[in-house]
């Protein structure tokens, strides 16, 4: 069956160190992945997007990789902020209806200290 | 981007009672979709309701426990039936918009349902 796995266990880190999740995911091949941020008592929020063919995607603070092969993919925060602690969450597409709907993993926890 | 509302944000209800969960978007969306989230857990698809047809239901989920409305591209509702306290959870609406070629999804700020 498909799986996608993310750490259960909270990350902590430092203030200005850089934070990396991970996503990994079995007996899937999706066309591209999404990572979310959510907040507790909130919806998920959209982060990025990286297609199969991309091995990496930068936004700001932020950046994603996404090795088909490993089946895997990095979420980085770079210079990371008490702020920026929330659980993230990876998402894989499936073809659902003529779109491409995203199945959620479980999520990791990030957070960063002063 | 969409921007989601939802109604009510927190509820507290009896067991055996019904909840009907309002969604409101900015703007008009062909495909809207129901989602759980359970303490801890990931997102679960509850269902996916597009405008002018039949809600199609994921594995484990029934529309005589969820059924929902989509009446417009703009408004959506689920509703709880029958609560039990296994139904105690977030409930979150979203919607697909596409952004170039690609399909991201935005979700609304949740329910949160207790039941006792």
């Known amino acids: 069956s498909q799986k996608i796995e993310q750490n259960s266990e909270a990350l902590n880190i430092q203030e200005g160190k850089t934070a990396t999740l991970t996503c990994n995911y079995t007996?899937?091949?999706?066309?591209?992945l999404q990572w979310y941020r959510q907040d507790p008592g909130r919806g998920p929020v959209f982060l990025l997007l990286?297609?199969?063919?991309?091995k990496e995607k930068r936004k700001e603070r932020l950046k994603v990789t996404f090795d088909t092969t490993l089946k895997q993919s990095l979420f980085h925060i770079t210079a990371s902020q008490p702020a920026d602690s929330a659980t993230y969450l990876c998402?894989?597409?499936?073809?659902?209806?003529?779109?491409?709907?995203?199945?959620f993993g479980r999520g990791t926890s990030l957070i960063v200290h002063p | 981007s969409a921007v989601i509302s939802q109604k009510p944000s927190r509820d507290i209800c009896q067991r055996g009672t019904s909840l009907t969960i309002q969604c409101q978007v900015d703007s008009q969306v062909t495909m809207m979709f129901w989602y759980r989230q359970q303490p801890g857990q990931s997102l679960t698809l509850i269902a996916t309701a597009n405008q002018g047809s039949e809600a199609t239901y994921e594995s484990g989920f029934v529309i005589d426990k969820f059924p929902i409305s989509r009446p417009n591209l703009t408004f959506s509702t689920l509703t709880v039936s029958n609560m039990s306290p296994e139904d105690s959870s977030i409930y979150l609406c979203?919607?697909?918009?596409?952004?170039?070629?690609?399909?991201?999804?935005?979700f609304g700020p949740g329910t949160r349902l207790t039941v006792l």
């Open positions: 998402a894989l597409d499936s073809f659902l209806g003529g779109s491409y709907i995203p199945t």
């Open positions: 007996n899937y091949s999706p066309a591209y």
């Open positions: 979203s919607v697909l918009d596409r952004v170039g070629v690609t399909d991201t999804q935005y």
């Open positions: 990286i297609r199969e063919n991309e």
